[in-house]
T-cell receptor
Framework: GAGVSQTPSNKVTEKGKYVELRCDPI?????LYWYRQSLGQGPEFLIY????????DSGLPNDRFFAVRPEGSVSTLKIQRTERGDSAVYLC????????????FGDGTRLSIL | GDSVTQMEGPVTLSEEAFLTINCTYT??????LFWYVQYPGEGLQLLLK?????DKGSNKGFEATYRKETTSFHLEKGSVQVSDSAVYFC?????????????FGQGTRLTINP
């Protein structure tokens, strides 16, 4: 079946611009996660949704970052006033609500801030 | 907070060699442990998992045993193949603390030469 889909696969923009990254989870998965992976590092947690609400946003680095999931399916990660340090691969994952179920990852969006 | 420490890479082996990638963790609760793999040009995939002490996760010839006394989850394979070349990530999820997020190690790049 279809996996987690992330668009765009690559995004290049200038410092100071606004960007939106989209994640379409596996159908029926109620949990959705965003992570950020810098070069040579493991993914770092940003935010977790259970349904439409953000259950844990403790990983968002500052108030330039926020994410929404208005209908409990597709999610959008939004970054305002981008900085060069925001350059990374942004990963989305989804999982069923049941405990101990593994997260399934998308291929990520590679964001480059010039 | 919770953390994962992996054996630093890169690791280069010959085909049919024995593989060990070390992973240790710190957690305030009782975490589930995972190994994820990222093949060249592909997204993160779950390789194996263990949810309680002394559990052994296994898949594709890889094994890892949850050792609570040494807070470790080392990845092993008896005879590696060229197709095992990838980046391997150890991770934990501490559901006992109510946290659904994954905490990753920094990753270990494995190259297998024919």
């Amino acid at each position: 079946g279809a996996g987690v889909s992330q668009t765009p696969s690559n995004k290049v923009t200038e410092k100071g611009k606004y960007v939106e990254l989209r994640c379409d989870p596996i159908s029926g998965h109620t949990a959705l996660y965003w992570y950020r992976q810098s070069l040579g590092q493991g993914p770092e947690f940003l935010i977790y949704f259970q349904g439409t609400g953000a259950a844990d946003d403790s990983g968002l680095p500052n108030d330039r970052f926020f994410a929404v999931r208005p209908e409990g399916s597709v999610s959008t990660l939004k970054i305002q006033r981008t900085e060069r340090g925001d350059s990374a691969v942004y990963l989305c994952a989804s999982s069923p609500k049941r405990r101990h179920q593994p997260q399934h990852f998308g291929d990520g969006t590679r964001l480059s801030i010039l | 907070g919770d953390s994962v420490t992996q054996m630093e890479g890169p690791v280069t082996l010959s085909e049919e060699a024995f593989l060990t990638i070390n992973c240790t963790y710190t957690a305030t609760g009782y975490p589930s442990l995972f190994w994820y793999v990222q093949y060249p040009g592909e997204g993160l995939q779950l390789l194996l998992k263990a949810t309680k002490a002394d559990d052994k996760g296994s898949n594709k010839g890889f094994e890892a045993t949850y050792r609570k006394e040494t807070t470790s989850f080392h990845l092993e394979k008896g005879s590696v193949q060229v197709s095992d070349s990838a980046v391997y990530f150890c991770a934990l999820s501490d559901l006992s603390q109510g946290a659904q997020k994954l905490v990753f190690g920094q990753g270990t790049r494995l190259t297998i030469n024919p």
